[in-house]
């Protein structure tokens, strides 16, 4: 099992910014692709951001290319997602997730863990 903990939600106004962390422990975090996801209420969940494992790639959304970006510390065991220029769309519960396996995977059934979720709210 890997257990992923995401903390640095709250509450910003539009066009603020914040980081979110994902932090990872339990069975080994190499070779596993990583990403975030986010719902917003009455939507289902959907893709934002993932990365390899080496970190070389990394691949967005079309509604957050530009704005948020994805970085990873293998050697902390942690995954971040900065996110400039919020947007009150951006509003949502964000989750990190962590895969089986390296690649590049947008669709939610390629990974197999998932934390909590931590709360982003944009006000505008």
């Known amino acids: 099992q890997v257990q992923l903990v995401e903390s640095g939600g709250g509450l910003v106004q539009a066009g603020g910014s914040l980081r979110l962390s994902c932090a990872a422990s339990g069975r080994t975090f190499t070779s596993r692709a990583m990403g975030w996801f986010r719902q917003a209420p009455g939507k289902e969940r959907e893709f934002v951001a993932g990365?390899?494992?080496?970190?070389?790639?990394?691949y967005y959304a079309d509604a957050v290319k530009g704005r948020f970006t994805i970085s990873r510390d293998n050697a902390k065991n942690m995954v971040s997602l900065q996110m400039n220029s919020l947007e009150p769309e951006d509003t949502a519960v964000y989750y990190c997730a962590a895969s089986r396996f390296d690649g590049f995977y947008r669709g939610s059934i390629s990974y197999h863990y998932w934390g909590q979720g931590t709360q982003v709210t944009v006000s505008s």
């Open positions: 990365i390899t494992w080496t970190g070389t790639n990394t």
